[in-house]
């Protein structure tokens, strides 16, 4: 992990910049990569921006427990994950420990030990709403981090040995369109989640109460762009 240089200096606002009210703050490499971590694997998706919480009761804010929590600690909650995964009506904290690198969690740790300072650019795409449904979906799937496990295109293939299928399935192709063959199925399946077993192995997350309805038909929208076979 190497010394603590402070080797980047990031600059929010500033003269003239279009950033806006956020205070320069110096922040080093590995605290910066965390803080576009957070928002690629759609932590700030159910946590909040920077950890303030405010999406859902069910998710808590991390800015006050990131202070408390030791290193060796939040690795194994970001591993392995947290929460009842077997209730469908509220979500858990997903395990993430075969698709994110140590290096990474490392880097996730050290910017939530930070205190979640601003980082220019870590933000996540923005998700325009008014050019169709599927235009809206293809970009949520980014937002939500949905790709991290199925895959750019939902091409599927990511690593999850200890499931029965060896890989987080695909959303496109012939199999996926068969047993999805409603709106509904695709919907419920998102909003519920799915258990397949206990960590290590990578569940599907439960987005409701997270995504609205809005967003989930344009999720199901943007699936059904997707390679039939
Ligand atoms: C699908 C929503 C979701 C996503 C995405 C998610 N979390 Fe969580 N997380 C939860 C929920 C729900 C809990 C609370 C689990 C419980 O205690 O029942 C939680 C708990 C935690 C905790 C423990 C907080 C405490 O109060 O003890 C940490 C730390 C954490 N998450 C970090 C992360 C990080 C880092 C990421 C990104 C890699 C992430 N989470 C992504 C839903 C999510
Ligand atoms: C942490 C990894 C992870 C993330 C993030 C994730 N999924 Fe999943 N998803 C899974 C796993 C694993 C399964 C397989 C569940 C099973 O077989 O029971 C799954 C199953 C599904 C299915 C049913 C496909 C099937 O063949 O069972 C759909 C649809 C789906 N996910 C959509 C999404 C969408 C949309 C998002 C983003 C909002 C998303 N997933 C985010 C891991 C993930």
């Known amino acids: 992990m190497g010394a603590a240089v402070v080797a980047a200096v990031v600059l929010a606002g500033g003269c003239g910049g279009g950033a806006g009210k956020e205070k320069g703050v110096k922040v080093s490499p590995q605290v910066a990569a965390g803080a576009h971590d957070y928002v690629q694997f759609a932590c700030a998706q159910c946590h909040g921006m920077r950890g303030r919480g405010g999406v859902s009761p069910f998710v808590p804010a991390l800015t006050q427990v990131s202070k408390v929590l030791t290193a060796a600690r939040l690795r194994q909650i970001i591993d392995h994950g947290l929460g009842e ?25 050290a910017y939530m030990h930070a205190g979640f300072p601003a980082v220019p650019g870590a933000s996540p795409p923005p998700v325009r709403t008014d050019q169709g449904q599927a235009v809206e979906g ?5 937002k939500d981090g949905c790709i991290n496990c199925h895959g750019p295109n939902g091409l599927g293939g990511v690593p999850n040995p200890q499931s029965p299928d060896k890989t987080v ?12 063959n409603t709106d509904k199925k695709i919907e419920d399946v998102i909003q519920s989640g799915s258990v397949i077993g206990r960590a290590p192995i990578v569940s599907m997350p439960h987005w409701g109460g997270i995504l609205s309805n809005q967003q989930l038909k344009a999720l199901v929208a943007y699936l059904k762009t997707l390679k039939r076979g």
């Open 169 to 180: 399935p695909p959303l496109s192709g012939a199999d996926f369109f068969k047993e999805f």
């Open 85 to 109: 995964s077997e209730n469908p009506t509220k979500p858990y904290m997903p395990v993430w420990g075969e698709v994110i690198s140590k290096r990474q969690v490392s880097d996730l740790i």
């Open 138 to 142: 293809s970009a949520l799937y980014i």
